[in-house]
């Protein structure tokens, strides 16, 4: 049988699954915005990547978790996973893959 969580354990959890909450609120309302970052490159026949605007991202990240005493290199990471996601779906917009709405 297993012992009751305590007290503290349970409200730091608590915490976490709210944190946890924000961050996918946050991702959704970020894809939102490369969605119609993606339909403008694809409208105006721009590449999916842009490694130098990636470059000037990955940077200040780093810089962002290193205030945030977070390790750099997780931040990056987290930020390739992201960009990676938002590549592919530029791509696919771009070749009509992936259908886009108004109401974005």
Same mark, same amino acid.
Not at 5 to 12: D, F, K, M, R
Not at 64 to 67: I, V
């Given at each position: 049988m297993s012992q009751p969580?305590? @007290?503290?354990? $349970?409200? *730091?959890r608590q915490s976490i699954d709210n944190i946890d909450a924000a *961050? @996918? #609120?946050l991702l959704a309302e970020r894809f939102k915005f490369t +969605? +119609? @970052?993606g339909v403008l490159k694809a $409208?105006?026949?721009l590449p999916a990547s842009d490694p130098d605007r990636e470059a000037i991202q990955v940077a200040r990240l780093r810089a962002? $978790?290193?205030?945030s005493h977070l390790d750099p290199a997780f931040a990056?990471?987290?930020l390739g996973f992201i960009v990676a996601e938002v590549? #592919? #779906?530029h791509e696919s917009i771009a070749t009509g893959a992936i259908a886009v709405s108004?109401? +974005?």
């Open positions: 969580t305590p @007290v503290e354990l $349970a409200s *730091l *961050l @996918v #609120h +969605q +119609q @970052v $409208a105006r026949g962002l $978790a290193e205030e990056e990471k987290f590549i #592919h #779906h108004d109401e +974005q």
